[in-house]
């Protein structure tokens, strides 16, 4: 299968549609500002009983194996504040991956959904206010996530299952769980090869 074409934010905004939709989203040149509805998450479940199903995902359909980065700036600081990337075959089986700002620290993670959500998180208060990427390449039975700030290496973040067969839509992500005002900077979006190996 040929494998997506190189895109940026502007192709996905004429392209793509919203999970739900934000308060605002506003393109200037090469840069996406998203504002976040209070509220706004992608949780099922587990540890804390609720389902959040409300996060501003922008997303197009993408076939076979693929590779997706998003690029932002991680500018903000208040209690579960998130940006990053989305891959969603449906409501009950998503992937998302970024920084979410928890418990004093941005935290660099995934929460994986199969039914019930888990959440890996390791802390990057070296990248505040910093441009992050992160990458995520689906190939075979597996996404690979990778993240990086500005021109450092890419650090492997975790390798997670998906049906091989499933049908899945990828794009960029924000949710302002605990407050109203949360704008996330985009600073870029790239749909490409998968990775040609886990290490």
Known sequence: MTAPAVQGLRDLVAAGSWTHEPVGAVLDGDVLRITAVEGSDAWRTTSYGFVHDSEHALLQPVEGPFSVEVSFVLDYREQFDQAGVFLRVDDRTWI????????????????????????????????????????????????????????????????????????????????????????????????GEPDASLH
Not at 130 to 152: P, Q
Not at 165 to 179: F, K, N, S
């Open 96 to 191: 998302k991956a970024g920084v979410e700002f928890s418990d004093g620290s941005p935290q660099l993670g995934a929460v994986v959904t199969h039914g019930f959500s888990d959440w890996s998180v390791s802390p990057v208060p070296e990248w505040v206010g910093r441009t992050v990427t992160v990458r995520a390449s689906r190939d075979g039975d597996a996404v690979t996530i990778r993240a990086w700030a500005d021109d450092e290496e890419p650090r492997l973040v975790r390798v997670a299952y998906l049906a091989p067969d499933a049908e899945v839509a990828a794009g960029l992500l924000c949710a302002g769980p605990t407050r109203a005002g949360l704008t996330v900077t985009f600073t870029g979006y790239r749909v």
